[in-house]
């Protein structure tokens, strides 16, 4: 399958790796939003987060707990998970992933 993550996870095309497990990978985003901007995605394919969460509620568990964890290690004390579902809704790459945003202010609503 041609994913761009698929082939971040395959170590095909490089990243700055956070954090890696057999379960999940946590990489930098290539155009941070944020002072600390991470992707954590799973290591199997799926294509939105949504998918991941119906097919196997655990593992999309694991990526939101590593969310915690690498806020945590970093010091971040507010920070946003952000889940972006189908392009009207943002989503760009269609392999699932979690958004770790930190180190500035957010504004709510979102745009
Ligand atoms: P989405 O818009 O699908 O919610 O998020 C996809 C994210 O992937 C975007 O924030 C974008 O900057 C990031 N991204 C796209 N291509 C690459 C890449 O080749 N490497 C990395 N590290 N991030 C990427
Ligand atoms: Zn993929």
């Not at 002072?35 to 593992?59: G, Q, R």
Request: aromatic share 8%; hydrophobic share 45%; net charge negative.
């Amino acid at each position: 399958m041609d994913c761009l993550f698929c082939k971040i996870v395959a170590g095909e095309i490089p990243a700055s790796i956070v954090k890696k497990n057999v379960l999940y990978t946590a990489f930098n985003d290539i155009t941070p939003q944020a002072p600390t901007h991470i992707l954590i995605i799973p290591n199997h394919h799926f294509s939105n987060m949504a998918e991941a969460a119906m097919a196997n509620p655990e593992l999309v568990g694991e990526i939101f707990k590593a969310a915690g964890e690498i806020a945590s290690e970093i010091g971040l004390e507010s920070y946003r998970m952000n889940v972006n579902t189908g392009a009207g809704a943002g989503q760009s790459v269609f392999h699932a992933h979690l958004h770790l945003l930190g180190g500035r202010t957010f504004a709510w609503p979102p745009g």
